[in-house]
T-cell receptor
């Protein structure tokens, strides 16, 4: 069975500082990897996804993530955060070649302080 | 392009009562999903439809939960009778197809509180 572990439940950071949100996955077969963001009282919005090719994936709002197969990780980074980045971030996987069933981690709450 | 619509946004009921949620996916999206998001956890898939057929309902508590997508467009999720542990946000999502590469687009969710 597949699983996703987000190593930090909360990450506080000051505005304009860099941030990394960590995600590790477990699967015996190939997976596709996703990062979603959830703003308060809103649904989830896709930030970026890794399907194949270059292991560095760029997404919306200045975020990027790097797929590391040997470490089974897909960490999310942003070089300079804004107050508006305060939200819950979810890492998720689906099985490549399977049907579209997202398996989510528990989420990381990013709190950006002035 | 209009997003995924859900109603109601909020619902408070007492245990043992019944409740229904409605979802209208993005136009042209054949695949529709219902997720349950309990506070402090990631969303968990309850049921997936491809047009009006069920693809996966392995995590749907079928003794109390039911869902339908009769005409392959709108969908309703029902809980009867509700339990305290059903308090959660119920998210509806849709995608163009069922391939695992495709992006799922989420609605704003229905926040359910069972007292």
């Amino acid at each position: 069975a597949q699983s996703v572990t987000q190593l930090d439940s909360q990450v506080p950071v000051f505005e304009e500082a860099p941030v990394e949100l960590r995600c590790n996955y477990s699967s015996s077969v190939s997976v596709y990897l996703f990062w979603y963001v959830q703003y308060p009282n809103q649904g989830l919005q896709l930030l970026l996804k890794y399907l194949s090719g270059s292991t560095l994936v760029k997404g919306i709002n200045g975020f990027e993530a790097e797929f590391n197969k040997s470490q089974t990780s897909f960490h999310l980074r942003k070089p300079s955060v804004h107050i508006s980045d305060t939200a819950e971030y979810f890492c998720a996987v689906t099985l490549s070649g399977g049907y579209n069933k997202l398996i989510f981690g528990a989420g990381t709450r990013l709190a950006v302080h002035p | 392009e209009a997003g995924v619509a859900q109603s109601p946004r909020y619902k408070i009921i007492e245990k043992r009562q019944s409740v229904a949620f409605w979802c209208n996916p993005i136009s042209g999206h054949a695949t529709l999903y219902w997720y349950q998001q309990i506070l402090g956890q990631g969303p968990k898939l309850l049921i997936q439809f491809q047009n009006n057929g069920v693809v996966d309902d392995s995590q749907l508590p079928k003794d109390r939960f039911s869902a339908e997508r009769l005409k392959g467009v709108d969908s309703t999720l029902k809980i009867q009778p509700a339990k305290l542990e059903d308090s959660a946000v119920y998210l509806c999502a849709s995608s163009h197809g069922r391939d695992s590469q495709e992006t799922q687009y989420f609605g704003p969710g229905t926040r359910l509180l069972v007292l």
